[in-house]
């Protein structure tokens, strides 16, 4: 079960990887100003996480509109992440979670996904301004994508 509705958010700090180098990604950096919307993955480079983060990367003005920052977490490396948007002209700021440290606070780690490992579900949270959970899903089965309309619906 994810990190329940009403909670404080884990804060955490992660790796990205951009232009510029590794940089950190944290969700304190949003914290009194901006809401967040978490969006956990078991793997770059995956069919169904490549249609979600491209499906979101279009309609990134909408979260923007809606007052709200846009993060991708999974447990691959970020230098994975970053070949896999640049591939696929993904623009959400993604971070990586290589020791499933986040996976686990938010309680969202997905067992031996195909047999290779642990990974992370499949999972949207939105995280308000104020630090605390307003919205939090976890799909059973990792080929689900997460409701977005009822994220949206969280935001507005």
């Known amino acids: 079960m994810p990190i329940s509705v009403g909670s404080t958010a884990p804060d955490f700090t992660l790796k990205s990887k951009t232009a510029d180098g590794l940089v950190d990604v944290s ?5 009194g100003e901006k809401a967040t919307v978490l969006l956990f993955f078991p793997l770059a480079f995956t069919g169904v996480c490549t249609t979600e983060f491209c499906d979101v990367t279009a309609g990134l003005a909408q979260y923007a509109d809606l007052g709200a920052t846009v993060i991708g977490i999974s447990v691959d490396s970020p230098f994975a992440q970053e070949a896999w948007a640049n591939a696929n002209n993904i623009k959400i700021t993604l971070a990586s979670d290589l020791n499933k440290e986040v996976t686990k606070a938010y309680d969202v780690v997905f067992p031996m996904l195909a047999g290779v490992g642990d990974t992370s579900a499949r999972a949207a ?28 619906a969280a935001l507005a």
């Open 125 to 152: 949270f939105v995280i308000g301004a104020d630090g605390v959970v307003k919205y939090a899903e976890q799909t059973e089965n990792p080929t689900v994508l997460p409701n977005f309309d009822a994220i949206k």
């Open 27 to 31: 969700l304190s950096a949003n914290g």
